[in-house]
């Protein structure tokens, strides 16, 4: 049932969701394009598509709500205003104004239905599939009249209907104030108001249990699997990711390629001065991409006879600051791993525009996830969660500079065998921490780094390099 509403509703592209963040963060959703503005893009970026759907159990009355009816039940007021869900969603026989049937969901107090034509959820027409219409009456004093149907809305049931969203989410009036089971309500298309007086106020006005009511008249139409009490639905998720980056084809042999990295860099002088004893140590600095091409020998790739490698993470102001203008005025190349997340949004760390001029500075600018998590947890916690890190920073760095040269860094240098499987998928190499020089192949994926301060003396950082 579920594969069937979600192939047949994929195909508009509107259930579809891209990744905006993951646990722990704000998780924000962003409609996605049709499929028929995803044609593949120039720059390549078409590559990278992503959605989730996490569906939502309610023990309640053991049913799941799920897709697009779970944004509208919770921005609409959640049971509070419909009630639990009675069924799992489903699809309708056909009728005479839905040709291929209906994805509908019962709740006590409404029924959600998903509208193909407008790709939007409403709720259905209750009142008038209940044949709760009265006939229209005169205008009356000091309300609202509706023309359409003939029937005048006041008091406190004008106020619920126009703060719930109106004619638009409720429909229009089908009745006047009447009363039933004793107390006051009016019926409208897509709802019943009911008048609570013994409540608190605020919540004098409910939604009578109509969903309950059709419910009811139409148990024998509605398919059993949708009705019987249900188990939790686990999330579904679905990647397109970049091409896997192709396996070297030619053995390297392993050797010593010293990769330092930096964070905050607090003045210019001891970084300066590092970089000039490196050199005079024999020591050729090169960009990173290039000791990867090497790794996954590429032709023409190669490293002079004592590489070094300047890398600095987090995309700290201070870098563009104070690492920069060095890095410029020695003509040292180096690579920048910045947290795509807290570019121009956290302090201390640098905009968008200043990573920009990074770049064009001629320094690589590479992706070291969207939020900084321990990746080796998240993905114990959540795996998609942990490949959304991974791959949306990637997307999100390339949308914003272009093509990058595909190195990733795992926040903290955490990592487990999962993470580096899942990096594999997206990148050309990544670079871990813990110290040594050793690269080779087979650790394409967890190139080994030093880590270095500026404050450091440099003849402390040569020994370490071998
Ligand atoms: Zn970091």
Redesign the pocket.
């Known amino acids: 049932m579920r594969g069937r509403r979600t192939l047949a509703v994929r195909g508009t592209g509107t259930r579809r969701r891209l990744f905006g963040g993951v646990l722990g963060t704000a998780l924000t959703v962003h409609a996605a394009p049709a499929l028929a503005q995803r044609a593949p893009r120039a720059d390549g970026l078409s590559d990278y598509v992503g959605w989730v759907d996490v569906p939502r159990y309610f023990p309640e009355t053991e049913h799941n709500v799920d897709g697009d009816f779970l944004p509208y039940f919770w921005h609409g007021g959640g049971p509070d205003t419909f009630g639990f869900p009675l069924t799992e969603e489903f699809w309708t026989a056909p009728d005479e104004g839905a040709p291929a049937g209906r994805m509908v969901q019962y709740f006590q107090r409404a029924r959600l239905e998903y509208d193909l034509g407008e790709a939007q959820v409403h709720r259905s027409l209750l009142g008038r599939l209940l044949e709760k219409e009265q006939p229209a009456v005169p205008p009356a004093p000091g309300v609202r009249y509706f023309l359409e149907t003939g029937h005048n809305v006041g008091s406190s049931f004008l106020v619920h209907f126009e703060n719930a969203g109106g004619r638009k989410v409720l429909g229009l009036p089908i009745s006047e104030e009447v009363e039933e089971n004793g107390r006051p309500v009016q019926w409208f298309e897509r709802a019943r108001l009911e008048w609570w007086p013994e409540n608190p106020a605020g919540r004098r006005v409910q939604y009578g249990l109509i969903g309950e009511a059709h419910l009811n008249e139409v148990e024998q139409q509605v398919p059993l699997e949708a009705r019987r009490p249900a188990a939790p639905l686990p999330p579904v998720r679905d990647w397109s990711l970049p091409a896997v980056p192709p396996a070297p084809r030619v053995a390297w042999a392993p050797r010593d390629v010293p990769i330092l990295y930096y964070?905050q860099v607090p003045s210019q002088q001891p970084l300066r001065e590092q970089i000039q004893a490196f050199r005079e140590a024999g020591r050729e600095i090169v960009p990173l991409s290039r000791v990867v091409a090497t790794l996954r020998a590429e032709p023409g790739a190669d490293l002079p006879e004592k590489p070094l490698v300047l890398t600095f993470?987090?995309g700290w102001v201070s870098q563009i600051q104070n690492a920069a203008p060095v890095l410029q005025a020695e003509k040292a190349p180096a690579t920048f791993?910045v947290?795509t997340r807290y570019l121009g949004e956290l302090p201390g760390y640098m905009s968008w525009d200043q990573v920009r001029t990074i770049k064009e500075l001629g320094h690589e600018v590479e992706s070291?996830t969207q939020n900084?998590p321990d990746l080796d947890r998240l993905y114990d916690d959540d795996e998609g969660a942990a490949l959304a890190e991974i791959w949306e920073s990637l997307a999100v760095l390339e949308r914003r500079l272009g093509r990058s040269r595909r190195i990733f860094?795992y926040?903290?240098g955490r990592l487990n065998q999962a993470v580096t499987s899942l990096t594999a998928r997206v990148y050309q190499a990544a670079v871990a921490t813990g110290g040594g020089t050793f690269q080779s192949q087979q650790h394409l994926y967890t190139m080994r780094r030093i880590k270095a301060e500026p404050h450091y003396k440099p003849e402390a950082l040569l020994k370490l390099m071998g």
């Open positions: 964070h993470d987090d791993f947290i070291h900084h860094a926040p903290n």
